[in-house]
Structure formats: C-alpha cells, structure tokens
C-alpha cells in the first residue's frame, strides 16, 4: 500500500528529528537545528525527553530545569491535580488518577507556569508545566512512561492540549 504524502513528510521528519555525536566532547544533541535557527519553533517534552541529553545547557534552559538529575520510581499512582485552572491545557478539567513511572528531582524554574501537580512521596511536585524559551512555547508533562498511563484519557487529554498549547492552536 502506498503511503499518503503526509505520512512521507512525517517519516522524513522524524528521521531528520535523530540525534547524532557532534565534535568529541562525547555527547549526544539533537539534530533539532531548526529550532535554534527559527527560535519560534515549539516543542513537546514528554517523559524521559525531560532528562535527555544531561551535558547540553540549552535542553537544560529549554526544560527549565538546570539541574536534571533524578531518581525514578516505576509503577506509581498518582492523584493529579489541577494547578493552573486558567491555562489553555487545564482550563475546565479536573483532578484524576493515573498509574506512571515517577521522577524525582528539582522543580522547574519561577518562569515556568506549573500546570499540574501531584502530592506524592515518590514523585517531584510538579507534573507538567509550560513556559517559552526565546519566542518558543514549551510544554513538558513529566508522564507518559508505559501503556497504563497511555491508556489513561486524562493523560490523552492532557497531551493533546499540550501539543495543541504548543502549536499555538489553542
């Protein structure tokens, strides 16, 4: 079966979105170059993306969160809360459970606008939060880890509203 043009582009894309080692400071950045080049190029950090690349200050700068190291706790269940009601990605939801894989390290920064949140002894404070880095929004969700929390339509919601957040659709 032959695959529609979008689909081509998409799979183009993602292959163009690899990392690859630069230099020989012995570590890895993305092949995101478009984002620095076009600083109003939005991005959507889900889980581990978070802690990607720990020797490259810009992800640090873009995440919000300058020192990335973490302590992980799997098979957690979470009671998230709603911090920011008036944010395009929680406006008019409520509070839910879900089952994730947790982290455990330091809160974004004071210019990053905390979304959702959770009261949990295996789990940082913060959830998922947005903010702009340059002209770009960000939004980072700190879930998303296997097929419970995927399954999970809060979780779904949350993201859509994020990418469309991010995509400045909404």
Request: charged share 25%; proline share 6%; with cysteine.
């Amino acid at each position: 079966m032959r695959r529609a043009h979008s689909e081509r582009r998409a799979i183009r894309t993602v292959r163009r979105l690899t990392t690859k080692t630069l230099g020989t400071e012995g570590f890895v950045v993305p092949s995101v170059s478009f984002h620095w080049r076009t600083p109003e190029q939005s991005i959507v950090l889900l889980h581990h993306s978070i802690l990607a690349y720990p020797q490259w200050p810009v992800w640090s700068e873009m995440v919000g969160i300058q020192d990335r190291s973490f302590g992980h706790h799997p098979e957690q269940t979470l009671r998230v809360e709603i911090a920011d009601p008036d944010h395009p990605v929680t406006k008019d939801r409520n509070a839910w459970e879900m089952a994730d894989e947790t982290y455990m390290m330091d809160e974004p920064g004071v210019d990053s606008e905390i979304l959702l949140t959770a009261d949990h002894p295996r789990s940082m404070g913060a959830i998922a939060w947005a903010r702009m880095h340059r002209r770009a929004r960000v939004f980072c969700f700190q879930s998303g880890h296997d097929n419970l929390t995927w399954a999970n339509p809060d979780f779904g919601e949350t993201v859509l509203r994020g990418i469309q957040w991010a995509a400045q659709r909404i």
